[in-house]
């Protein structure tokens, strides 16, 4: 099983960026996609998920209407589009996968910054 996040880097206070999520190992549109997040310092919070089907998303209430979390079960792929970037975003990013296992991808950076 692997989970594999890229897409992460340094970006400018409202600025954007996507990450993406390769899924491999399972049966990817079995399986609730989710992104997280953690901070220096604290722990691993919640941010967006997506039921199999996409039909049903949920968000952290300090990413709504900023983030969108989509996904390709074609392409066993989770995304998560981030726009105006703030300070405070500034974590390791991590995907997971729930549903008759939990697997977790091994994170990606993303530093929002002038």
């Known amino acids: 099983v692997q989970l594999v996040e890229s897409g992460g880097g340094l970006v400018q206070p409202g600025g954007s960026l996507r990450l993406s999520c390769a899924a491999s190992?399972?049966?990817?549109?079995?399986?609730?996609m989710a992104w997280f997040r953690q901070a220096p310092g604290n722990e691993r919070e919640f941010v967006a998920a997506?039921?199999?089907?996409?039909?049903?998303?949920n968000y952290a209430d300090s990413v709504k209407g900023r983030f969108t979390i989509s996904r390709d079960n074609a392409k066993n792929t989770v995304y998560l589009q981030m726009n105006s970037l703030k300070p405070e975003d500034t974590a390791v990013y991590y995907c997971?996968?729930?549903?008759?296992?939990?697997?977790w991808g091994q994170g990606t950076q993303v530093t929002v910054s002038s």
């Open positions: 997971n996968a729930n549903g008759l296992n939990t697997y």
């Open positions: 190992g399972f049966t990817f549109s079995s399986y609730t």
């Open positions: 997506s039921s199999w089907s996409g039909g049903r998303r």
